[in-house]
């Protein structure tokens, strides 16, 4: 038999010897390596400034401390993200506002997020997520925003390199916020990055990622201050990024359309190959296929499937083949459904593909045997 993880990382001859350069070097921590990868990661998506840290969580609270988001404030999310989406706004004690998302795209939409608005008129910010990889369409969500004096976040946990008409993901919104988790398109075992072309809030993150420090640990020593001279102003976190996971990421970023090209081909062979089984819904991309980093593919089993999601998991399971699935909406978790009282009927899309989705094995290198391995078996089990 078979086995296919859901995911898989590839570590290249680069990671390796930028590894050996940190140790090396003998500066495990933050220091010129994380600062390379930054101004690297800065230039590819062309923004002006990136901020490294320990995960996209870390860049997601960072991003609602540097827009001073606090109590009282609202913040609208999608109910069918990752629950960090959602916990940064609870770090600071404000409140979001679950919206639903558009069937086959997971995405918010400019009429779901007009309708909010209408419903919501005391909401001053927005985290959007590029669900999947699909970049939501940018255009008509920042007019809409600006029009009703309302700041975004870009969670792009799962949009590196995306695009949105010919620009990378990072140029548009104030802040967006990438993760380099280990299943993510590029990966430095944990990690994340902000990303501003706004100088004050790129300021105000640096000093929170490390403690509220005025100056970090690399200036302290190489600056011709005294080393043991910093000041504390805020109090801060401890998220800022070592080395040893920037000399991954520096590996990783060489390689990133590489993989997205390979994971496209993957998404593309699910198109051709499952096309055919009228019980799966195939997910909808609005873009240009090279315009999405295909981090997902999540299929919907639809109501003339002849076993339940769950069965359908465990048989795939049974036969070598790994799954994930994206997601449990938060409306479905405990303590997001009972501090905010939502109900099912509220997120009928979300609802509709949560009872269904499983998302396939999608990473760079598959082979044809496995994916033709993965589509007869799908075929046998749902025909
Ligand atoms: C949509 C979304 N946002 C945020 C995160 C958090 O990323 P990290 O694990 O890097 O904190 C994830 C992680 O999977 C995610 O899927």
Redesign the pocket.
């Known amino acids: 038999m078979m086995k296919i993880p859901y995911a898989k990382v590839l570590i290249g001859d680069n990671e390796r010897k930028y590894i050996n350069e940190v140790l090396d070097s003998g500066w495990l921590t933050t220091a010129v390596k994380t600062l390379e990868f930054e101004q690297k990661f800065a230039q590819y998506i062309g923004a002006k400034y990136a901020c490294a840290v320990n995960?996209?969580?870390?860049a997601?609270h960072l991003a609602v401390d540097a827009l001073g988001i606090g109590q009282g404030d609202k913040v609208f999310i999608p109910s069918m993200?990752?629950t960090?989406?959602a916990e940064v706004i609870r770090y600071v004690g404000a409140d979001p506002v679950f919206l639903d998302t558009e069937y086959g795209t997971n995405l918010i939409t400019s009429e779901i997020l007009e309708d909010a608005i209408k419903k919501n008129p005391d909401v001053r910010f927005l985290i959007i997520?590029h669900?999947g990889g699909q970049s939501v369409n940018l255009t008509e969500i920042i007019e809409i925003c600006n029009k009703n004096n309302i700041k975004i976040i870009e969670?792009a946990?799962?949009a590196f390199p995306t695009k949105h008409k010919n620009k990378f993901i990072g140029q548009f919104g104030l802040i967006t916020?990438f993760?380099?988790?280990a299943n993510?398109t590029i990966t430095t075992g944990?990690?994340?990055m902000l990303v501003t072309d706004d100088e004050e809030v790129y300021k105000r993150a640096k000093v929170m990622r490390l403690h509220g420090i005025n100056r970090d640990i690399w200036d302290r020593f190489t600056s011709d201050k005294p080393s043991w001279e910093y000041d504390v102003i805020d109090a801060g976190f401890k998220y800022n990024l070592p080395d040893l996971a920037a000399a991954i990421g520096l590996g990783q970023l060489e390689r990133a359309e590489e993989f997205r090209t390979e994971r496209q081909k993957v998404a593309e062979f699910y198109y051709k190959s499952l096309s055919d089984i009228d019980c799966i819904d195939l997910p909808i991309t609005h873009v240009p296929f090279e315009d999405h980093s295909w981090h997902l593919f999540p299929i919907v089993l639809n109501g003339k499937a002849p076993i339940n999601r769950n069965k359908f998991i465990q048989l795939l399971s049974e036969r070598g083949i790994g799954t994930s699935v994206?997601y449990k909406p938060l409306h479905q978790m405990t303590y997001y459904k009972r501090k905010y009282n939502l109900t099912p009927d509220q997120f009928p899309n979300a609802e509709k593909t949560w009872l269904g989705t499983v998302s396939l094995p999608i990473y760079p290198f598959m082979k044809l045997e496995e994916l033709e391995y993965i589509s007869e078996t799908i075929h046998e089990l749902l025909n």
């Open positions: 995960s996209c969580t870390a997601l993200t990752f960090s989406t997520v669900f969670d946990a799962h916020c993760s380099f988790y993510k944990e990690g994340g994206h």
